[in-house]
């Protein structure tokens, strides 16, 4: 690269660091950028586990998910050697014995590596990968370039964590408010079931009209707060406690009845397409059936007339679940604020809370998948359909 075309591509790192990106969107960035400035195949960025043993893909591009998840990276004699503050280039990553996974380099079209470290205040925090597909020797010049970029990714994580700690200590006084006003709440719900179910005097029809809305306003509330204690609980990696082997086909089917049940009364017709031998995943099976309920409710909900399917389907890395509707769709200008806390749709006056899919998209994003939504639903050219994936369970050898 030429000095003048690196000066450009750090000034425009540097203004992504000072703007209101996310943190995430930084580093994303930052790769992307060190991955087209090096014209290569893909680059990642990996942080160092607590006890320094092991990296956890952070951030990457180019390279797929089968080779994102191909299962732990050991510090290996060339990770242990960038650890030590050393780049270390790799000519042929598929026959250097000091790479590890050599067979899924090969597969994945990768043949030579450069590992930069990222440093962070003196000390290595991981290493920033790039990855050609053509044999390639690696300048001093350029690794010197590649190495300021990545040091620039040190200071965006650094951000992070600083953000992460805001966002805990808000959370907790969120968890702590909502905790104190469930109980009060509850006891009058209970209050309230005593008189309607005349236990304390018989009510004329308008006092019991009065009372059954006083109830179902108590009952949004206890829904409003039971979401606002999930917020707190997933930020802060409480899900991580409730994974095991899960089977995604057992979990859907649980909710087939309920679904059903909700669709006959409002006339629609609901359908599920599941493998029966669908691939198990790692994963909370309480909060992966919270996903699955929001979804098929909010399409039901917003239907009114046709159907609500719901499919699943899987590749050799993940599995795909698509729930579609006939409904009334989403706005454009609506899509890119969908998963945000509080908002609703420009087009719909049916009431909620505004957190059911913002809670189901950092549920799919803790067990390391993704949620989108598409309007129309490219199959019938109406309604609107939301995907999520989920990483299968593997098991790997090295």
């Known amino acids: 690269m030429e000095v003048e075309q690196c000066y450009k591509v750090l000034y425009d790192i540097a203004q992504?660091?000072?703007?209101?990106?996310?943190?995430?969107e930084v580093l994303?960035?930052?790769?992307?950028?060190?991955?087209?400035?090096?014209?290569?195949?893909?680059?990642?960025?990996?942080?160092?586990?607590?006890?320094?043993?092991?990296?956890?893909?952070?951030?990457?591009?180019?390279?797929?998910?089968?080779?994102?998840?191909?299962?732990?990276?050991?510090?290996?004699?060339?990770?242990?050697?960038?650890?030590?503050?050393?780049?270390?280039?790799i000519s042929d990553a598929t026959a250097d014995p000091r790479i590890q996974y050599r067979d899924q380099a090969k597969k994945e079209g990768l043949v030579s590596i450069l590992s930069v470290p990222l440093m962070r205040r003196g000390q290595v925090i991981g290493i920033v990968r790039i990855y050609t597909s053509e044999m390639r020797q690696f300048s001093d010049q350029e690794i010197n370039f590649f190495s300021t970029m990545a040091n620039l990714g040190a200071v965006a994580l650094e951000r992070t964590e600083l953000l992460e700690e805001e966002k805990k200590q808000f959370l907790r006084f969120v968890s702590i408010a909502a905790h104190d006003l469930k109980a009060p709440l509850a006891a009058i719900q209970s209050f309230l079931g005593v008189l309607l179910g005349g236990f304390a005097g018989e009510l004329n029809d308008k006092q019991k009209h009065?009372?059954?809305?006083?109830?179902?306003?108590?009952?949004?509330?206890?829904?409003?707060?039971?979401?606002?204690?999930?917020?707190?609980?997933?930020?802060?990696?409480?899900?991580?406690?409730?994974?095991?082997?899960?089977?995604?086909?057992q979990v859907i089917d649980s909710f087939v009845e309920e679904g059903s049940s909700l669709a006959e009364q409002k006339g629609l017709k609901f359908s599920v397409h599941i493998?029966?031998?669908?691939?198990?995943?790692?994963?909370?099976?309480?909060?992966?059936?919270?996903?699955?309920t929001n979804l098929v409710n909010n399409a039901?909900?917003?239907?009114?007339?046709?159907?609500?399917?719901?499919?699943?389907?899987?590749?050799?890395?993940e599995i795909l679940v698509e729930v579609a509707?006939?409904?009334?769709?989403?706005?454009?200008?609506?899509?890119?604020?969908?998963?945000?806390?509080?908002?609703?749709?420009?087009?719909?006056e049916h009431k909620g809370t505004g957190l059911g899919l913002s809670i189901s998209k950092r549920i799919v994003e803790a067990h390391g998948g993704k949620i989108w939504a598409e309007s129309p639903c490219a199959e019938t050219g109406k309604g609107s359909k939301i995907c999520f994936t989920l990483p299968k369970k593997m098991n790997v050898t090295t």
């Open 16 to 24: 992504k660091l000072n703007s209101n990106l996310a943190p995430e």
């Open 28 to 89: 994303r960035t930052i790769v992307e950028s060190i991955r087209d400035a090096a014209d290569a195949k893909g680059c990642s960025l990996m942080l160092l586990t607590p006890d320094r043993q092991q990296l956890i893909h952070t951030v990457d591009c180019g390279l797929s998910s089968r080779y994102v998840r191909k299962g732990p990276v050991r510090v290996d004699d060339a990770i242990a050697q960038a650890l030590d503050g050393k780049p270390v280039s």
């Open 210 to 249: 009065m009372v059954q809305r006083a109830s179902q306003r108590i009952n949004e509330l206890l829904n409003l707060i039971s979401n606002l204690l999930d917020i707190p609980r997933i930020e802060m990696g409480q899900l991580v406690q409730e994974m095991t082997e899960v089977s995604l086909a």
């Open 275 to 292: 493998p029966s031998d669908l691939s198990y995943v790692c994963g909370a099976p309480t909060r992966l059936q919270q996903v699955i």
């Open 300 to 317: 039901i909900n917003y239907t009114d007339e046709g159907e609500v399917v719901m499919r699943a389907v899987e590749t050799d890395s």
């Open 325 to 348: 509707d006939t409904g009334c769709g989403i706005p454009p200008d609506d899509i890119p604020r969908l998963f945000e806390d509080f908002f609703r749709g420009s087009n719909v």
